[in-house]
């Protein structure tokens, strides 16, 4: 099984006057942008181009859009089609929403509406009994050998401070979502994966309660120089997204080291990997995210 995780970057379908259109890889929504298409056509482009099994997507805006997009634009490059696909409602007011599409069969479940007595966190710091554990949400996918734990936890802005103990809060929900789903976590087979938003030069991560002994960060085992998914037009690179393998899961493949496809992103970017044909120097890109690829041979 191929796994991927891609942060689509507000992918949304609209009707302006009646006629069908998706926003761009861009963060401005106001008005079409005739570079809106030409960015689609790319993060379809790049999705073909990984051949996953299972795609764990990151701001996708609802079911309707994702369907559309897939039926649209992903079919249209030949790629073998996705029939199974989930896209929950989580607690973003903008539509960002978390979405699997796979191609066998599996059993999805949102955790937005989670609050801390849910979980036994009343008082952990950073909560409110009246707001949900995650920002957005946690989307679990069981796919029968393996269960993929969806995340695209609190960004790192405007208070940084404020936004590490919310991502501190997420992670911390998460664990405890594993444990009680499973006896003993570190022999079962489980992936967190998505955009976890945690700077990585933190001393003290945000995320350390996924971390070891508890879970494996699989980007550890990327070589340094290619531990970047992310780019943002002022010149900086970094890794929001993450795989963190449960022990046995990267016990059972020692091999498995996550890839990035940086063949959509930015030609400013930079990095050796080759971009697709019709990547602009800034604009039109299939997203300001790489995609991470994971091959789990077996399962």
Not at 241 to 269: C, H, K, T
Request: glycine letters at 8%; hydrophobic letters at 40%; proline letters at 8%.
């Amino acid at each position: 099984m191929r796994v991927l995780t891609f942060n689509v970057q507000n992918l949304r379908l609209r009707r302006p006057e009646g006629r069908e259109r998706l926003d761009g890889a861009r963060d401005g929504v106001e008005g079409a942008d005739p570079l809106d298409y030409a960015d689609r056509r790319l993060t379809a482009a790049v999705l073909a181009q990984a051949k996953a099994d299972v795609c764990a997507l990151q701001e996708v805006f609802d079911r309707e859009t994702l369907d559309y997009f897939h039926d649209h634009l992903l079919r249209a490059t030949g790629t073998e089609p996705w029939p199974w696909r989930a896209c929950l409602e989580g607690n973003d007011g903008g539509g960002r929403d978390l979405a699997v599409m796979a191609r066998q069969p599996f059993a999805a479940e949102s955790h937005a509406r989670l609050l801390p007595a849910d979980l036994g966190m009343e008082g952990y710091p950073g909560t409110r009994a009246d707001l949900p554990l995650f920002s957005r949400d946690l989307l679990v996918a069981d796919l029968g050998g393996l269960t993929l734990f969806v995340v695209h936890l609190k960004a790192p802005w405007p208070d940084r401070d404020a936004a590490w103990t919310r991502r501190r809060v997420e992670a911390e929900a998460i664990r405890r979502l594993i444990a009680r789903r499973f006896p003993d976590p570190a022999t079962a087979s489980w992936l967190v994966l998505g955009d976890l938003n945690d700077p990585r030069r933190d001393a003290d991560r945000a995320v350390a309660p996924l971390l070891a002994p508890f879970g494996v960060d699989l980007i550890e085992h990327m070589p340094e120089d290619q531990r970047w998914t992310w780019w943002h037009e002022e010149g900086e690179r970094g890794c929001p997204d993450g795989m963190i393998a449960s022990p046995a899961l990267a016990a059972a493949f020692p091999e498995a080291v996550p890839q990035a496809i940086r063949a959509g992103l930015s030609r400013e970017a930079g990095g050796q990997q080759p971009r697709l044909e019709d990547v602009g120097e800034e604009r039109p890109r299939a997203s300001d995210h790489a995609a991470l690829v994971l091959d789990l041979p077996g399962i």
